[in-house]
């Protein structure tokens, strides 16, 4: 699921991830051959090759992310999918670039010139160009936990600099303040001078940026300031500067150097039964991607203890800060921990993504493996699209809806499955839209957006759960309209909702692990990954043997617009 190291842009950087439950699974896992029926063990066996060390986390933009698309062509191939991609491949392109900063680049305001990697570090969060901050106006958004209170004219195309939180640890997601300060032109957070030299250096990494993009598409750009910075472009200090108050004008003289970076979707379909229907599609997908390496290993079992105490949610937890209690906690945890296990200290420094989205990915191939050996196949086409780029923006799949390689008007529904392979009680799977901490359990799965654009079929996947016997529990909290943690708009269904295509959104949430070098194949429950696929599997089955389409009856997004939930 997209945002994990935006939600730590937030937090200036602390320790990163780790849970206090011990694997029971193995850390390597023999490859079995897979059967025509979705089971844990299949999935097991896919998991343990999708998110293996040698992938090296599967950035999109980079030569592991080729590797990881290369096994699923395999796959797909080795199942008869038939391919449909570019040029009769299963592969489709995207015209991706690495984008670098030169460090010539400056921001001048009232005389005074601001430097790039000392009094700003500006990053791109989204694909497209993004707007120009040459003449921009300064503007004070108010502080960081402010309710979005400032009328859209007050901020376009403005330098907009947030100040500190009013609460002493806010649970703010970068994605919410971008979606709130949407039209400006970009978006400042002061603390610069604060941050560790690692998160400085992970801000000046090359941006991954689609060529070509329409000017509707500019995005707002991101800036770490520092305080001092921040002060100079608002005219006053920051502590004393007022919302919707004007500073001064910038000049930007921003230089960016772009090279070809590597970035692919996977797509595949088992073609309809029925003469008439078979040129429909039910779309079912998940993202390829994860956010890869650093080069600053940590110890892998002592950070998963830290942040199953003090961070339950992962990335989206990445501004707290462990209470004394919690820090006693961890300490005795952890001093267990080293009592039976002496000497085995683990560094580790890739983010596998096991569940993000590892977990997706695999049972997207599980449910094309099962559709392809029925010995009656559904009466319309399935597509399956295995997106890159989620992680970097919703790339791949905002690709695909925009160049689709079947008509887009085809595709009927999309299923989406980002992150169904954990969600137990033990996991702090996020949180209402009121703050109260939700937990899984044995049958747990969040429904996202089954019936934002079609009642219908909404009602069908609680029909097929119910009248088929899968006895999944349904949480609907996280799609309530105006929840603050935005997951509507954070994966891939949302470029097909865009559109107007019907989505589900199927997850069992995020954890401890989320976005943490910490979200490893031990630690997924492949049984419950099983029973969810399974699910969506009937599903897809379900919505293909309809005699009509199923009603779109609410309305539909600009496809052009900011999503907002």
Known sequence: MRSTRRAALLALLAPAALSAQTPQLPRTHEP????????????????????????????????????????????????GLVPAGDSGTYFQDLPLLREMLDTSSTITVAGATLKVLDDFLPRRLRGGPVRSLDGAPVVFGGALDAPDSLAPDVVRGALVVVGPPRA??????????????????????????????????????????????????TTTLFMQVTTAAAGQLLGVPLDSAKAGATGRTVQAHLIYRTEPAPARNVVAIVPGSDRKLKGEYVAIGAHNDHIGFTTNPVDHDSIRIWNHVVRPEGADDGGKQATPAQ????????????????????????????DDDGSGTVSVLEIAQRIATLHQKPKRSILFVWHTGEELGLLGS??????????????VAQLNIDMIGRGDADDE???????????????????????????????????????????????????????????????????YARYGIP???????????????????????????????????????????????????????????????
Request: glycine share 6%; net charge negative.
């Open 398 to 411: 905002r690709w695909f809806t925009d160049h689709p390689t079947v008509p887009r008007d085809s595709i």
């Open 32 to 79: 079995q051959p897979t059967t025509p029926d979705i089971t844990a063990a299949d999935l097991m066996t896919r998991l343990y090759i999708y998110a293996d060390d040698s992938m090296m986390g599967r950035r999109g933009g980079t030569v592991y992310n080729l590797k990881a698309t290369d096994y699923i062509a395999a796959e797909a191939h080795a199942m």
């Open 168 to 217: 002493a640890a806010p649970r703010v997601q970068l994605n919410g303040l971008l979606a709130r300060f949407r039209n400006a032109a970009a978006l400042a957070l002061p603390g610069l001078e604060r941050v560790t030299p690692q998160f400085r250096n992970a801000l000046r990494q090359p941006s991954l940026v689609m060529a070509g993009s329409a000017a509707t598409d």
């Open 429 to 495: 799977v996020g949180r209402t839209k009121e703050g109260v901490p939700i937990h899984g359990g044995p049958d747990y799965l969040q429904l996202v957006g089954s019936r934002r654009l079609s009642t219908e079929l909404g009602d069908l996947v609680e029909r097929v759960n119910r009248e088929d016997h899968h006895g999944l529990a349904f949480d609907y909290s996280i799609d309530a309209n105006g929840h603050p943690a935005n997951i509507y708009c954070r994966s891939d269904h949302y470029s």
């Open 503 to 565: 989505v589900v959104f199927f997850t069992t949430g995020i954890h401890s692990d989320y976005h943490q070098v910490t979200d490893e194949p031990e630690y997924i429950d492949y049984a419950h990954m099983a029973h969810v696929a399974n699910l969506i599997e009937d599903i897809a089955v379900h919505v293909a043997d309809l005699d009509h389409r199923v009603v779109v009856d609410q309305p539909k997004p600009d496809p052009t617009a900011a999503c907002r939930q």
């Open 327 to 354: 820090q006693a906690q961890v300490d005795s945890l952890l001093a267990a921990w080293r009592a039976g296990h002496p000497g085995a200290s683990r560094k580790d420094s890739i983010d596998n993504g096991a």
